[in-house]
């Protein structure tokens, strides 16, 4: 089991750029997928980005592709996303989470942080 805690959000100017971390504990963080969900107000919890065990393979949502990157040191058990460009709609509260087989993908995750609030003025 992994235990998820995020941290980096907090309100910043449309254009600005913020950079979101993911703790995790647990010894086998190395072979975990992980991946970062946003869910704004009102509206349902939607796919952001993820990154294979290794790092080496990543995915986007198309509405964050180019502006967001997503990264993993596992010496520090730590997962990041640097976001770039930030728009008003991006706004949200931004939740990391882990699973520990497969591929990078866009569901199916069972493990969850309780989520950092990003707030982008326009």
């Known amino acids: 089991q992994v235990q998820l805690v995020e941290s980096g959000g907090g309100l910043v100017q449309a254009g600005g750029s913020l950079r979101l971390s993911c703790a995790a504990s647990?010894?086998?963080?190395?072979?975990?997928?992980m991946g970062w969900f946003r869910q704004a107000p009102g509206k349902e919890r939607e796919f952001v980005a993820a990154i294979s065990w290794s790092g080496g393979y990543t995915i986007y949502a198309d509405s964050v592709k180019g502006r967001f990157t997503i990264s993993r040191d596992n010496a520090k058990n730590t997962v990041y996303l640097q976001m770039n460009s930030l728009k008003f709609e991006d706004t949200a509260v931004y939740y990391c989470?882990?699973?520990?087989?497969?591929?990078?993908?866009?569901?199916?995750?069972?493990?969850w942080g309780q989520g950092t609030q990003v707030t982008v003025s326009s």
């Open positions: 989470a882990a699973d520990r087989d497969g591929a990078p993908r866009v569901a199916g995750y069972d493990y």
């Open positions: 647990g010894r086998t963080f190395s072979s975990y997928v």
